[in-house]
Nanobody
Framework: QVQLVESGGELVQAGGSLRLSCAAS????????MAWFRQAPGEERKFVTV????????YYADSAKGRFTISRDNAKNTVYLQMNSLKPEDTAVYFC?????????????????????WGQGTQVTVSS
């Protein structure tokens, strides 16, 4: 089992940048594919990006391509989401999620039901 804690969310102006972090407990972090989802008020939780167990493969939602970058540091049990050129429509609670996986074929895992473990979320607010 893995426990996830997100941090780094805050209020930022449009065009700004933020880096979110998700710290995982346990010694098997490298056994998990990690993803970021987001949920705006009144909307369903939506996929943002996913990274394979060793960082060898990533996949992004269209809304994140070219602006967001997912990365991980297995030595620190942490996954990151670097967000640049932020827009007001990026405002949401951002969640990290994990599923046990040893494959690089992570692009198929874009539904929230594909993941077994979730953090509590961190609020990102982008002002116009």
């Amino acid at each position: 089992q893995v426990q996830l804690v997100e941090s780094g969310g805050e209020l930022v102006q449009a065009g700004g940048s933020l880096r979110l972090s998700c710290a995982a407990s346990g010694r098997t972090f490298s056994s998990y594919a990690m993803a970021w989802f987001r949920q705006a008020p009144g909307e369903e939780r939506k996929f943002v990006t996913v990274i394979s167990w060793n960082g060898g493969s990533t996949y992004y939602a269209d809304s994140a391509k070219g602006r967001f970058t997912i990365s991980r540091d297995n030595a620190k049990n942490t996954v990151y989401l670097q967000m640049n050129s932020l827009k007001p429509e990026d405002t949401a609670v951002y969640f990290c999620a994990a599923r046990r996986s040893s494959t690089q074929l992570v692009a198929r895992w874009r539904a929230s039901t594909d993941y077994d473990y979730w953090g509590q979320g961190t609020q990102v607010t982008v002002s116009s």
